[in-house]
C-alpha cells in the first residue's frame, strides 16, 4: 500500500486493514453492495491487509508533510472523512472478509497465487526444481507442500518436458486445458474461451470482418485447439 493509506481498523495482532485514498470511495459508498465487491476486488486493492510486524514503512500524516513534503490533496482527505465513519469501516471490514471466504473457496491456482508466501521447505525445493534438467523435474512435483506450488510446476513440466510425466498426470493436465477452452457460464469471465472468441469474431464491425475465407481459418484454428477437440 503507498502511504496515502487510511486504517480502516485493527483485525488482530499486529494485522491492520488500510485503504487506498486515491480511490473514488465516494462512488463506492453510493453504488450497490455487488458493485462494492467487484470494486474492491480491483487491482491496485483499495483496501489491503498489512501486518505490522512485516516491519512495513508507515508514517502518519504529520511526519508525512514534515519529512517528505507529502500533503494530502483535497479528494484524500474527503475519502477520510468518508472511511471515518464507524458504518462504513463496518461494511469494509464486512465486504473484506467475505472477499476473503470468497478466495479461499477459489478454485483456480490463478485465484489463489497471493494467498501467501511459501514455506522454507517449499522455497528450498523451488530453488532445487529451477536447478535441474527438465526430465528431473518431474519427480519433485508431489513433494511440493503447497498445491498452488505443485500445480505450476506440473503445468511447467508438462510445457517443457511432457514425456517425463505420467499419462494420468498428462490426462489431468490436458483435461484442465480443454475445460478452460470450452467453458460457458459462471466462471467464464477468468479467461477467454472458444466460444468467446467465436462471438467476439462474429460481432466484428462490418469494416472490421475479415473475408469469409479467413474467418473460416480463424474458426477452423479455434475449433482445433490442442484441448478444445
Known amino acids: 500500500m503507498?502511504?496515502?493509506?487510511?486504517?480502516?481498523c485493527q483485525l488482530q495482532g499486529t494485522t491492520h486493514l488500510l485503504a487506498r485514498l486515491e480511490c473514488s470511495w465516494d462512488s463506492f459508498f453510493a453504488s450497490s453492495e455487488a458493485e462494492q465487491e467487484k470494486f474492491l476486488s480491483g487491482y491496485p486493492w483499495p483496501i489491503a491487509r498489512v501486518r505490522l510486524n512485516h516491519a512495513p514503512l508507515i508514517v502518519d500524516a504529520?511526519?508525512?508533510?514534515?519529512?517528505?513534503?507529502?500533503?494530502p490533496s483535497k479528494r484524500e482527505m474527503d475519502s477520510i472523512d468518508m472511511?471515518?465513519?464507524?458504518?462504513?469501516?463496518?461494511?469494509?471490514?464486512?465486504?473484506?472478509?467475505?472477499?476473503?471466504?470468497?478466495?479461499?473457496?477459489?478454485?483456480e491456482v490463478e485465484q489463489k497465487i497471493f494467498e501467501g508466501f511459501p514455506s522454507k521447505g517449499d522455497d528450498?525445493?523451488?530453488?532445487r526444481f529451477h536447478s535441474l534438467p527438465?526430465?528431473?523435474?518431474?519427480?519433485?512435483?508431489?513433494?511440493?507442500?503447497?498445491?498452488?506450488f505443485r500445480q505450476l510446476a506440473q503445468r511447467l513440466v508438462y510445457l517443457m518436458a511432457p514425456a517425463t510425466m505420467t499419462p494420468a498426470e498428462r490426462a489431468r493436465v490436458r483435461e484442465g486445458?480443454?475445460?478452460?477452452?470450452?467453458?460457458?457460464?459462471e466462471g467464464t469471465s477468468l479467461w477467454r474461451t472458444v466460444g468467446m472468441a467465436k462471438?467476439?469474431?462474429?460481432?466484428l464491425p462490418g469494416e472490421a470482418t475479415p473475408d469469409p475465407l479467413l474467418k473460416s481459418q480463424i474458426v477452423d484454428w479455434l475449433d482445433n485447439l490442442p484441448g478444445s477437440v
Open 124 to 127: 528450498d525445493l523451488m530453488r
Open 199 to 203: 462471438e467476439e469474431l462474429n460481432s
Open 83 to 107: 472511511i471515518s465513519r464507524s458504518d462504513r469501516k463496518s461494511l469494509l471490514v464486512r465486504l473484506h472478509a467475505r472477499s476473503q471466504r470468497k478466495s479461499q473457496d477459489a478454485a
Open 62 to 71: 504529520s511526519t508525512a508533510r514534515t519529512a517528505f513534503g507529502i500533503v
Open 134 to 148: 527438465w526430465s528431473e523435474r518431474g519427480a519433485l512435483i508431489r513433494q511440493f507442500k503447497d498445491g498452488r
Open 2 to 8: 503507498p502511504v496515502d493509506a487510511h486504517q480502516v
Open 177 to 185: 486445458i480443454r475445460r478452460r477452452l470450452l467453458q460457458t457460464g
